[in-house]
């Protein structure tokens, strides 16, 4: 079993935060939290050891198990790894370069990041791509969402007037909306 880091941590104490059993309400939240989202990522730069295993569609089983095949990826050890040659070019002395690899980032880096990847992935997909998430777990379908236009939409009536008056009528404008896809990998498909 693998050992926890402080990224893990971090992941299980947000479920804490947002699973029903702890909440006064019995309810599970999955409100938005804009500084949940930083700390991750502030967690995750900061654990250059952290491995996630990625399992990909395209890989088949080739020792006939059925059991899906997984790549192990250090996203941020990678990161890591792609600043330095930036901080060669800037005249850096590759002793300072390679601090790079342990020097822990501060959150105001991670709010950046993550601000950033999260207009690269709006404007990526408003281009009319898919964004595909990684599967990490074994049980875990292939997330993928997309934005698409919704049609103008005319409703007639209101459902929720109680004094008959049904002659009102709604027009929802042509929007943007997302659309998702939980392609089931073929490890957890079996024919009978």
């Known amino acids: 079993m693998k050992t926890k880091d402080s990224y893990d941590m971090l992941i299980d104490e947000i479920r804490g935060k947002t699973s029903a059993s702890n909440r ?9 939290s804009k500084s949940d989202m930083e700390n991750c990522v502030l967690s995750l730069m900061n654990s250059p050891d ?3 295993t990625q399992y990909s569609f395209s890989s088949k089983d080739t020792s006939g198990t059925g059991e899906p095949v997984g790549v192990d990826k250090k996203p941020s050890a990678r990161y890591r790894a792609a600043l330095k040659p930036m901080l060669r070019k800037l005249g850096m002395d590759k002793h300072d370069v390679d601090a790079v ?3 822990p980032f501060d959150k105001e880096h991670a709010a950046a990041a993550a601000e950033l990847i999260t207009y690269a992935v709006h404007d990526y997909m408003l281009a009319g791509r898919k964004f595909a998430f990684p599967v990490t777990e074994p049980d875990e379908c292939r997330l993928e969402i997309a934005c ?4 103008e939409r005319v409703s007639v009536g209101n459902r929720f007037k109680k004094d008959g008056d049904n002659d009102s009528v709604t027009v929802t404008k042509e929007r943007t909306v997302i659309k998702a896809k939980n392609a089931v990998p073929y490890w957890l498909k079996e024919s009978k």
């Open 24 to 32: 006064a309400s019995g309810k599970a939240s999955s409100a938005v």
């Open 101 to 103: 690899e342990t020097i």
């Open 148 to 151: 698409q236009k919704a049609p």
């Open 50 to 52: 952290h491995t996630f």
